[in-house]
């Protein structure tokens, strides 16, 4: 299925990523993500009743493991990777499942063989990647037949404080690339060689959530 691809809403920045930013905030980023433990809890809740302890799973942008903890224990292997150092340093410091790794590694461009995977998750990262249809091409290329992606986003939403609270994150140097809502979402995974299994939406209002399952579409043009 192909379709026609949203452009970014904002310019790239000097890297064409926010590689800079992940580097600077890396050593405060857990605590931060404290606050939205509820949250991350609700898509472990709904991904484990999928997991089981013959699979291997890659994780992109695992940030400092706040999903990679949380699941690791429930399959035979988790490879969490993130493209920033700093992040996968101050993730191994709290390493405790001999089924988990940490690596560097850049989304788009991945070095494992293919249909390496039974299942792909990236949570919280493709509304922030300058080009994320090629970190989904990769997503597609490491899938076994019939595995599945798990891509929970955060999208755009309507609460009054949502904008003040992007425009701070851009003024920090965080870039927003994409402000899909939950349909524009969905779309967008179709159009590059998925098909949405499961959807629905997350969180709160001033930090809506789609959460997203998939499987390649092997009819569509992009998985030909």
């Known amino acids: 299925m192909m379709g026609k691809r949203e452009e970014p809403i904002l310019k790239e920045n000097k890297n064409g990523d926010n590689q800079q930013f992940w580097q600077r905030f890396a050593g405060v980023y857990g605590k931060a993500m404290q606050s939205s433990a509820r949250l991350y809890d609700a898509i472990a809740a709904k991904m484990r009743r999928n997991l089981n302890r013959n699979m291997n799973v890659?994780?992109?942008a695992c940030g400092s493991g706040q999903l990679s903890f949380r699941l690791a224990g429930w399959v035979r292997l988790w490879e969490a990777t993130d493209f920033s150092p700093t992040m996968i340093a101050e993730a191994?410091?709290?390493k405790d499942s001999a089924r988990l790794y940490?690596?560097?590694?850049?989304a788009t461009s991945l070095p494992y063989a293919d249909n390496s995977f039974d299942?792909?998750?990236v949570a919280n990262a493709l509304h922030v990647m300058p080009h994320p249809e090629k970190a989904l091409a990769e997503s597609r290329r490491v899938l076994k037949p019939g595995g599945v992606l798990y891509a929970p986003t955060f999208?755009?939403?309507?609460?009054?404080?949502?904008?003040l609270r992007v425009r701070l994150m851009s003024l920090a140097g965080f870039h927003t690339y994409y402000k899909w809502d939950e349909a524009a979402f969905v779309a967008f995974l179709q159009a590059n060689g998925f098909q949405v299994t499961e959807h629905c939406v997350l969180g709160s209002s001033l930090a809506p959530l789609c959460y997203a399952a998939a499987v390649v579409d092997y009819k569509g043009d992009?998985?030909?």
Do not use: M, T, W, Y
Not at 102 to 106: A, E, G, P, R
Not at 155 to 163: D, E, K, L, M, S
């Open 58 to 60: 890659l994780e992109l």
């Open 92 to 94: 191994k410091k709290q």
């Open 102 to 106: 940490f690596s560097v590694q850049d």
């Open 119 to 121: 299942a792909v998750l």
């Open 155 to 163: 999208i755009h939403g309507n609460a009054p404080g949502f904008r």
């Open 222 to 224: 992009k998985a030909v």
